[in-house]
């Protein structure tokens, strides 16, 4: 296992020298299932995080230093007025910042949007320095000493200014460290919000009921706990977690069909994960993974602890999923029903469909890009938003047939 390791970790450091590094110029066209896609360039933004879609066909969307902006007929706005003050340091490997957006699901009525985003905790100390965790290995910080965490907050969006902007629901506790925020926010279908809660790179959080870190979460539209979460009224245990044992969650969504959430985890040293979320349950970080830790240390499997959720596909090397939709529109007929889901150090979207609860098929389609988020546009097309510096707003399309 070792040597496989040491590869893994090659692969790891190629990986991340490519996001410092770009190669040769990203393909214009790329085979799939569906035919040739094409990807046109629709605007290029700083580091875009998230996006959203409202119902008139404007697009939102987040860059990471602390926009918003709005791509409409085929511009973008300047900079939203009324953003939360965010924290992103701006260092290699920064995680936090502004990260996704979300609009109501019933916004034509009342124009609420949703932001997350990483903010500073009141009080600072100058006493506290990054730990320096072993399972990091060298991917840590140790001049990051901000003590910082993910929120989210609500506001309504009128013009191009944010007002009554309101912060509904916040990570407990705050703490130093540039990464694994999560903060991926999405409505469910019972008109609940989701947001995935990375554990900040602090492990042991993601197994304990008094703190939000590692969990999906679960909250009414003004951030209040519905009644029905599943640790309401448990002691020594917060109402808002819906699900726990996670590590850093940047793709979730739900299935139409079936209603099921499915989220796409970041593993370690290999071991990202597809799981199927179930109220209450634990999914196992970090007691349990399929990958190892940064410095190598191994970490033991999913099927040595059976009490655990285990996740219902596993990638190793890792892809690195950012973004998910499940896709229902007209352009790409035989992917309706499939889960597409960005990769950051893949490269690549990939297609899933399943069959009950398993995965019956997986479609890799290299873009030769950072795939940071998906959407589906009203005509089918795919929007994607690529993690780079000068980071593309792409229409995903099947090119016209060659001549
Ligand atoms: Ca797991």
Do not use: C
Not at 198 to 221: D, H, Y
Not at 250 to 264: G, I, N
Not at 308 to 314: D, S
């Amino acid at each position: 296992m070792r040597a496989s390791l040491i590869a893994l970790f090659t692969l790891f450091a190629v990986a991340m020298q490519a996001q410092q590094q770009p190669a040769a110029p990203p393909p214009a066209t790329a085979p799939s299932s569906a035919g040739n896609l094409r990807f046109e360039r629709l605007a290029t933004l700083e580091q875009p995080w998230g996006m959203a879609l409202l119902p008139d066909g404007r697009l939102l969307i987040t860059e990471k230093s602390g926009r918003l902006r709005i791509f409409a007929r085929g511009r973008l706005s300047e900079p939203v007025q009324g953003v939360p003050r965010v924290v992103h340091r701006g260092t290699p490997f920064e995680q936090g910042g502004l990260m996704d957006v979300e609009a109501d699901p019933d916004f034509a009525r009342n124009g609420f949007v949703y932001l997350s985003f990483s903010e500073a905790a009141e009080e600072q100390s100058s006493a506290i320095t990054e730990t320096g965790e072993a399972r990091f290995g060298e991917y840590v910080d140790m001049t990051d000493n901000v003590i910082r965490g993910g929120a989210v907050a609500r506001a309504r969006l009128d013009g191009n200014t944010l007002r009554d902007v309101t912060v509904i629901w916040r990570q407990v506790p705050k703490t130093v460290g540039r990464g694994h925020f999560g903060n991926r926010i999405l409505f469910g279908p019972d008109g609940k919000l989701y947001i995935t809660s990375g554990e900040r790179m602090r492990f042991e959080p993601a197994q304990q009921l008094t703190s939000n870190l590692g969990k999906i979460v679960r909250v009414n539209s003004d951030g209040s706990t519905p009644n029905d979460n599943p640790f309401v009224g448990r002691e020594n245990a917060r109402g808002d977690i819906w699900s726990y044992g996670h590590r850093n969650i940047l793709a979730a969504a739900f299935d139409p069909s079936s209603r099921r959430l499915v989220a796409f985890e970041m593993g370690p040293l290999g071991g990202d994960e597809l799981n199927v979320i179930q109220a209450g349950k634990n999914y196992g970080w970090p007691l349990v993974s399929n990958g190892d830790n940064y410095a190598s240390s191994p970490i033991p499997d999913h099927p040595t602890r059976n009490d655990l959720e285990a996740p219902i596909r596993t990638w190793t090397p890792v892809i690195s999923p950012s973004g998910a939709i499940f896709y229902s529109g007209a352009m790409f007929p035989s992917w309706r029903g499939s889960v597409l889901v960005g990769g950051l150090s893949s490269l690549s979207i990939i297609r899933l469909t399943f069959d009950g609860d398993r995965v019956s098929h997986e479609e890799r389609i290299y873009t030769g890009r950072r795939m940071r988020d998906l959407l589906q546009a009203p005509d089918g097309a795919i929007y994607a938003i690529v993690d780079d510096k000068a980071g593309d707003l792409l229409r995903i399309t099947t090119a016209a047939p060659a001549r």
